[in-house]
C-alpha cells in the first residue's frame, strides 16, 4: 500500500477545483440565497457555467466586479455597491459574501465591511481563497460559516441536522425520502435538491421553491444530534455545532453501499429513538438482489476511483462489497484523514489499496498505468479510460458529458442499485465495444 | 423612444445608458466597454478568458500553462469537446496546466514554481513547439516577474515559452484579453519564422477560432478559389503558422472584436492590408467571397464556387425560410455576431427584436443599431435580472446565446440556441448556415414547449 502526494510544480489535468466553487454550491442550497463573489469578472462566469453544464440548470451568482482600482485602492466600495445593488433589485433572504484569491490577497476586511451594512438581509462572510485547499474545504467553509454566523439556541427540538456535502439533487432526495419513511425531522445543509433540479413550471418562482431555510440553520443549534455525509465537506460545521451548542455529532461515512448506509440508518435510528422500518428493509433487500445477480459480470475487477475524498472512500467500500477489488482510490484534495479512511477499508478487506490524495489525473493515469485496472470510475475528465481501453463509469464532479448524473442518487440502497447498474453497464458496453 | 430603464433597473439607474430603443433618425450608441455595476448579476467573463480561452487556447500545439491558483485553469480546460476544433485532438485541450500557487507561493513568490513548471511539462510532453503561460489575478498583485522567467526557460528548453500578462481584474470584460494576446503574439510570434515558399495568393484568416470546424467549411471555400491559407488566426493553428502569417497577402479578418489590433499591426510593420468579413449567411458569405476574389482578380472562380455552393444549399434554405419566416429573435453574443447574424436573420426572414453584446465596443453597437430594425431593444452587457425582463416582456420565439443563458430561457419556457459553442454546427458559411436554420427549426417547433404548464 503506497500512498503518493504529487511533487511535481506542474499541475496536469488537476483533480481538484478551487475554494470559491465550492462555498458557491452551499449557498446556491439555501431558500433565496444569493453568493455575491468578491473578485474579478471571471470568478463568478467560470463557475456558473461549471454548475450549468454539470446541474442542466440557471444559476445566479453575483459578483463585485473588482477592476484595477479595486486591486490598488481595495475592494471595498465595490462589495457595499454591489451588496446595495443586490438586496435592492432581488430581495434575497441571505448574501453569502465569497472571497477569491483576489480579495484575499487584496487583503480586504470584508467582515468589517459587512458588519457596517445595514440592509433587510442577512449577511454572511466565507473566507475562500483560492490557493487555500479545493472546492471540497470550500464547502466545508461555507457552511461552517452560515451555522456559525445564523445558528442559535432557542430550546431543544426532535430534529437532527444533516450535512449532505458535494452531493447531487437526486442524493439529497433520496436521503430525504429515507427520512421520511423513518419520520425523522431534519436541517439539511444545505439542500440543492429543488434549487439544483427545479421543475419546468410556468410562471417560475422569483426564487427557486425549497432550499434550506434560514430558520433551519438557525436551528441547528437545537437539535437531537448532527451526521455529516461527508465529513470533508460538512464536517467543520458539525464539529462547530458540537463544540459551540453540544450537539451531538456522527462524521461520515457517506452512505454508499450496504455497509454504509446501514450505519447512517442505525445512526438516525439511535438519535430519534425508532427502528429502521420495513420498507427500507424491503430496499436493501433489492440492491442485495442486484450485487448478487450481476456478481459474475463484476467480480474481481480491478477499480480506480477517482473522486472527492468521501465519496472515493464510500465508493471504495461499495466495490468491495460487490466482489471488486478497489485497486486505487483517488481525491485531488489534500487529506491525511482520506488517506486513514481508505487505510481502513484496505485493512479490513484485506485489500491493496494504492492510495492517491491531492494527485491530479495525469498522477492518476501514471498509477492506472502501472497497476492495470478494468474500470475506472472519475468524473468527465476521465480519458484516461480512453488511452488505456478500460471500461469508465462517470461519477463525482463535475459529469457533462453523460445526461442525468446529477438526478440520479448513488447514496442509500436506491443508490446502490443505480451504481449496481452503471458499473455492470460500464463493463458490458466496454466488453461489446472492444 | 431614446434610452429607456427596464423595470428591473430602477434601483441602479446607470443602466439607462447601456439600454437603446432603436428609432430611426436617431444616432444614439448605448453606452459600452465600461465597468460593469458590482452586484449587478453580469453575465461576463475576464480578461484572462479573453486572452487564454478565446485567442490564445486555439493553438494547438503549446503547452497552455495557467500561473495561478488551480481554479482558472480548470475552468479553460476541454473547453468542451466540440469547441475549438483542432487536428491535433490527441494533445490540445485535453491538457491542462497549471502552477496550482498555494499559500506559500503567494507569501514567498511563484517565480521558482513556474519556473520549474514549464521544465517539468515540457519535459513529459517534448513535442510540443511552445509554452504559452497566462498570469491569472494574484499574479499580477504578488508581482511575479514571468517575462524573466518565462525568458530563462525558453533558453533551457529551446522552444519559445511566451508570457501573457493577463491577469483577470485588469480591463473590464474578456475584451482587454484578446487585445493583449493579440499585442504578445504579434510582438514575440508573428515574423520569428519565414515559410518554405510563398505564393501570390497566400491569406490568413483572422478572428476564427474554429467552434465545432467552423475553419473547415470555410477554408475550402478559399482554397477553391486558388488561394492559399498561410495561416489561421488561432484556430487549428500551430505556433509556426502565426510565425509565418506575415508572409501573407492579405488579412481576411473575420471576428472584428477580438482581432483588429493585430490586423493593424501586421499592416503597418508589414505593409499586410486587411479585410473584414462576415462568413454568416448566404449573402454575407458570397459577399466576403467577391471582395477577397476582387484582391487577387479572381472574380470568375469567386463567382463558380458562389454558384455551385448555393445550389447546393438552396432546396434545404427555401425550406428553412418557410419554416422560420416572422420569428422573433432575440440575439446576445460577445459582439460581433450580434451583428453578423441580424443580416443572417433578416435573409431567413426572422424578425430580429432585440441585441446586446458582452464586451461590445462603439463600433459594434454602431452596426448594430444601424442593421437592426425599428423598436428593438439594443442592450449593452446585460445582466442576467435584465435578461429575465426581456425573455418574460418580449416572449422571443428564439433565444440565441451562451451556455450560461441556455437554461435560463429554459427556465421560462423560451426556445434556444447556444451561439457561442453552437449546438450542431458548424454554422459559418454556406453549410453552416443549413445547420443553424436547422438547429432553430428544431427548437422553435420542438413538441416539448406545448407541455409546459401554464405557457401562454
Known amino acids: 500500500m503506497t500512498q503518493t502526494k504529487t511533487e511535481r510544480s506542474v499541475t496536469i489535468n488537476p483533480g481538484m477545483l478551487c475554494q470559491p466553487i465550492g462555498a458557491m454550491q452551499a449557498v446556491l442550497g439555501v431558500h433565496a440565497a444569493i453568493p455575491l463573489v468578491h473578485g474579478s469578472q471571471g470568478c463568478a462566469a467560470y463557475p456558473m457555467r461549471m454548475f450549468n453544464r454539470h446541474f442542466a440548470e440557471p444559476v445566479e451568482i453575483a459578483l463585485s466586479s473588482l477592476g484595477e482600482d479595486a486591486a490598488v485602492f481595495g475592494g471595498a466600495d465595490n462589495l457595499v455597491k454591489g451588496v446595495h445593488a443586490l438586496t435592492s433589485r432581488r430581495h434575497p433572504e441571505l448574501i453569502a459574501v465569497i472571497t477569491t484569491c483576489l480579495s484575499e490577497t487584496i487583503g480586504d476586511d470584508i467582515d468589517g465591511i459587512l458588519r457596517k451594512i445595514d440592509l433587510p438581509v442577512a449577511l454572511v462572510p466565507m473566507h475562500t481563497p483560492s490557493y487555500v485547499g479545493s472546492h471540497v474545504t470550500g464547502y466545508d467553509n461555507a457552511v461552517k460559516a452560515l451555522v456559525s454566523q445564523l445558528a442559535e439556541q432557542t430550546g431543544p427540538t426532535d430534529k437532527i441536522n444533516i450535512t449532505v456535502g458535494l452531493l447531487n439533487p437526486g442524493d439529497i432526495r433520496e436521503l430525504k425520502s429515507m427520512l421520511e419513511v423513518m419520520r425523522v425531522k431534519a436541517n439539511i445543509l444545505t439542500d440543492i435538491s429543488e434549487t439544483l433540479d427545479a421543475p419546468l413550471r410556468l410562471p417560475r418562482p422569483s426564487f427557486p421553491t425549497g432550499g434550506t431555510t434560514l430558520k433551519e440553520i438557525a436551528d441547528t443549534a437545537n437539535s437531537l444530534g448532527s451526521i455529516a455525509l461527508c465529513k470533508h465537506a460538512g464536517g467543520g460545521a458539525v464539529t462547530y455545532l458540537a463544540n459551540k451548542h453540544k450537539v451531538p455529532m456522527i462524521l461520515g461515512a457517506t452512505p454508499i453501499g450496504v455497509a454504509n448506509t446501514d450505519a447512517l440508518l442505525e445512526n438516525v435510528s439511535q438519535l430519534v429513538g425508532r427502528p429502521v422500518p420495513e420498507q427500507l428493509r424491503r430496499d436493501r433487500g433489492r440492491l442485495i438482489d442486484a450485487m448478487i445477480d450481476v456478481q459474475f459480470k463484476v467480480v474481481s475487477k480491478k477499480v480506480a476511483i477517482f473522486a472527492d475524498p468521501d465519496v472515493a472512500s464510500g465508493m471504495a467500500r461499495f466495490v468491495h462489497e460487490l466482489g471488486m477489488e478497489p485497486s486505487i482510490v483517488a481525491t485531488g484534495t489534500a487529506s491525511k484523514e482520506f488517506v486513514k479512511d481508505v487505510q481502513a477499508i484496505a485493512s479490513q478487506t484485506g485489500h491493496e489499496i494504492e492510495i492517491l490524495q491531492g494527485c491530479d489525473l495525469y498522477g492518476l493515469h501514471e498509477a492506472v498505468k502501472a497497476a492495470g485496472v478494468d474500470l475506472l470510475m472519475a468524473n ?20 457533462y458529458d453523460r445526461v442525468g448524473y446529477q438526478r440520479r442518487t448513488i447514496i442509500g440502497f436506491n443508490g446502490g442499485i443505480n451504481l449496481v447498474d452503471l458499473i455492470a453497464n460500464s463493463i458490458l458496453e466496454h466488453g461489446d465495444a472492444s | 423612444m431614446p434610452l429607456t430603464l427596464l423595470e428591473c433597473d430602477i434601483p441602479i439607474p446607470e443602466r439607462e445608458k447601456h ?32 486572452c487564454m480561452g478565446v485567442v490564445g487556447g486555439p493553438v494547438k500545439d503549446v503547452i497552455h500553462l495557467v500561473h495561478g491558483p488551480i481554479g482558472c485553469a480548470y475552468y479553460t480546460w476541454g473547453g468542451g469537446r466540440r469547441q475549438n476544433l483542432s487536428d491535433n485532438p490527441e494533445f490540445h485541450r485535453k491538457y491542462c496546466f497549471s502552477t496550482n500557487m498555494q499559500e506559500a507561493n503567494i507569501i514567498f513568490g511563484g517565480e521558482q514554481k513556474l519556473h520549474k513548471a514549464i521544465l517539468e511539462a515540457y519535459e513529459r510532453f517534448p513535442d510540443v513547439n511552445g509554452v504559452f503561460v497566462y498570469a491569472t489575478c494574484v499574479i499580477g498583485l504578488i508581482g511575479d516577474d514571468i517575462n524573466n522567467v518565462c525568458k530563462q526557460a525558453s533558453k533551457e528548453i529551446g522552444v519559445p515559452v511566451i508570457p501573457f500578462s493577463c491577469e483577470g481584474f485588469r480591463g473590464v470584460s474578456q475584451s482587454l ?27 490568413n484568416i483572422i478572428g476564427e477560432y474554429n467552434i465545432q470546424g467552423d475553419l473547415w467549411v470555410i477554408a475550402p471555400l478559399f482554397e477553391a478559389m486558388g488561394l492559399r491559407i498561410l495561416c489561421t488566426f488561432t484556430g487549428n493553428s500551430s505556433i509556426d503558422d502565426l510565425a509565418m502569417a506575415h508572409r501573407a497577402k492579405l488579412n481576411v479578418m473575420h471576428c472584428q472584436r477580438s482581432t483588429p489590433y493585430i490586423c493593424q499591426l501586421m499592416e503597418e510593420k508589414y505593409e499586410l492590408p486587411y479585410m473584414p468579413v462576415s462568413l454568416f449567411g448566404v449573402d454575407q458569405t458570397s459577399k466576403a467571397l467577391r471582395d477577397v476574389a476582387s484582391f487577387f482578380g479572381l472574380e470568375e472562380q469567386a463567382e463558380m464556387v458562389i454558384e455551385s455552393e448555393v445550389a447546393k444549399i438552396l432546396p434545404q434554405m427555401e425550406y428553412y425560410k418557410e419554416k422560420l419566416k416572422g420569428k422573433r429573435v432575440f440575439i446576445y453574443q460577445g459582439a460581433p455576431r450580434a451583428w453578423h447574424w441580424i443580416k443572417l436573420m433578416d435573409e431567413l426572414g426572422m424578425q430580429v427584436i432585440g441585441a446586446a453584446t458582452t464586451f461590445g465596443h462603439t463600433d459594434d453597437y454602431e452596426k448594430i443599431v ?3 430594425g425599428d423598436g428593438a431593444l439594443v442592450i449593452d452587457n446585460p445582466n442576467s435580472l435584465e435578461l429575465k425582463e426581456i ?7 428564439l433565444f440565441i446565446s451562451g451556455l450560461k443563458e441556455k437554461f435560463l430561457a429554459h427556465k421560462h419556457g423560451v426556445p434556444f440556441v447556444n451561439g457561442h459553442a453552437y449546438e450542431n454546427g458548424p454554422y459559418a458559411a454556406y453549410s453552416g448556415f443549413v445547420n443553424f436554420a436547422r438547429d432553430m427549426d428544431m427548437t422553435i417547433n420542438h413538441p416539448a414547449w406545448k407541455l409546459i404548464e401554464g405557457r401562454t
Open chain 1, 380 to 399: 468527465t475528465h476521465g480519458s484516461i479510460a480512453d488511452d488505456e481501453k478500460i471500461a469508465f463509469a462517470r461519477i463525482g464532479f463535475p459529469v
Open chain 2, 19 to 50: 439600454t437603446y430603443i432603436k428609432k430611426s433618425g436617431e444616432c444614439i450608441i448605448p453606452m459600452c466597454n465600461v465597468q460593469t455595476t458590482p452586484g449587478d448579476l453580469t453575465e461576463r467573463g475576464c480578461t484572462f478568458a479573453g
Open chain 2, 177 to 203: 484579453g484578446h487585445h493583449i494576446a493579440n499585442d504578445v503574439i504579434f510582438e514575440r510570434i508573428i515574423g520569428t519564422k519565414e515559410p518554405d515558399e510563398v505564393t501570390p495568393y497566400d491569406i
Open chain 2, 370 to 372: 444601424e442593421r437592426i
Open chain 2, 391 to 397: 425573455l418574460v416582456k418580449y416572449k422571443p420565439d
